[in-house]
């Protein structure tokens, strides 16, 4: 019994002191993260002194009497510009035109909106479209582009932003469809040129001067890929263009393409190449085999005729010989010929078997019954001279060009003339296409 009590009095005394220890510890944690602990020191902000962006427009705009109808500068204003090709969408032979994706940036230094001394919050100032209409601009736009308009997605693709010296830089993400001078005569290996004129609507050359803004103002954003074209080359120059109010600057961009030619050299070239070596068999298959040499040619010209047609019907209507036409034209005329040479021997052996039919048929000559037909007088009028046998002046022509010899004849003539057709063929448009691509570079 007297164990039992020293025992429960030990475990009574071993429960204290663990909760003696576990408020100790406690204790000490929380004095380490009392010590551990630094509050926070707010720095002065330095924009304290400084003045908003909405203070600062509405000064310069407000308060300073601010005129947007007014040109800034009495001694005319210089607006350099710079056109970055997002995406050249499309190009289109039938409507003569291009479309494409670009961002055009045009600054000025407009004196009315210096507010450095309005001690700014920001070096710059990122400002909404709604205060550029409040501001003056060039009113710039594209003179010959056929649609341009400024991408809302979902709102206005317009990007101001305002320096304190009086700086301005817009920029404007815009769809513009502009024309294209196509001159298709050596196509499809042509290279073609589009382009767009910029230039101030309102303003001539005394009150807004137009500049590129480097030497190299229009670029790509990426590579540029069409499925017809590659992009061979970008130009910019400045024009100075007279008007009845003046002088004006225009500001040319010029961009030429160059067609990608395999895509027709597999849809047009290479079928055109198999229908003319289709058209030759027919000189191996010997003068007995004329209904089937007759419809191999005939498919074959009028597969050449169909093919053609789904060509022009691609391309628009013009005055002058394409590139295509010469060969399309050549390549009919080749399987013409082979109807050609097939007629001549089809006739020949035509006049062989009349001849042959005649000879053995012949009926042996009856002894005049005394009608003017068995008298002496007709014979000598209408008989050939002595020793002239016509059927066989007929064999003896015949046999000097015999069917065989004029398929053996074509089966030579025909490639070889259509081999010399192709290098003369290729030579003059390749070079034809040198001579426009040099002439692009200049």
Known sequence: MKMKTIFGFMTLISFVKAIIDSDYNSIEEERSLELSYVPEVKKPSRYRNCTRDTDIIDQLLNGTGYNKFRIPRMTGMTVTVEIWIQAINSIDEMTNDFDMDIYITERWLDPALNFEKLSPCKGNLSLSHQVLDRMWTPNS?????????????????????????????????????GPCTMELSNFPLDLQKCGLVYESFNYNNQEV???????????????????????????ATRKEEPYPAGMWDELHMQIMFE???????????????????????????????????????????????????????????????KAIDVWMLASMTFIFCSLLELAIVGYKVRVTSKGSNKVATRKPQLPSDGSPRGSAIYEKRFM???????????????????????????????????????????SYYLQRKQEISESMKL
């Open 141 to 177: 736009c594209f003179i010959n582009s056929k649609v341009a308009q400024i991408h809302e997605s979902p709102f206005k693709s317009v990007f101001l932003m305002l320096f304190p010296n009086g700086s301005v830089m817009v920029n404007y993400r815009v769809r513009v469809k």
């Open 209 to 235: 001067r137009m500049r590129w803004f480097d030497e190299d103002p229009v670029r790509p954003l990426s590579p540029i890929t069409l499925p017809d074209f590659d992009l061979f080359r970008i130009s």
């Open 259 to 321: 067609r990608r030619f395999i895509w027709y050299f597999m849809q047009a070239y290479l079928p055109t190449y198999l229908t003319i070596f289709i058209s030759w068999i027919s000189f191996s298959l010997g003068s007995q085999a004329m209904p089937a040499r007759t419809m191999l040619g005939v498919n074959a010209l009028i597969a050449m005729i169909f093919q053609f047609g789904n060509i022009m019907r691609n391309l628009p209507r013009v005055s002058y010989v």
């Open 384 to 426: 050939f001279p002595a020793g002239c046998n016509v059927q066989q002046a007929l064999a003896k022509t015949s046999l000097s060009w015999p069917p065989e010899k004029i398929d053996k004849l074509s089966r030579f003539a025909f490639p070889l003339s259509f081999f010399i057709f192709n290098i003369v063929y290729w």
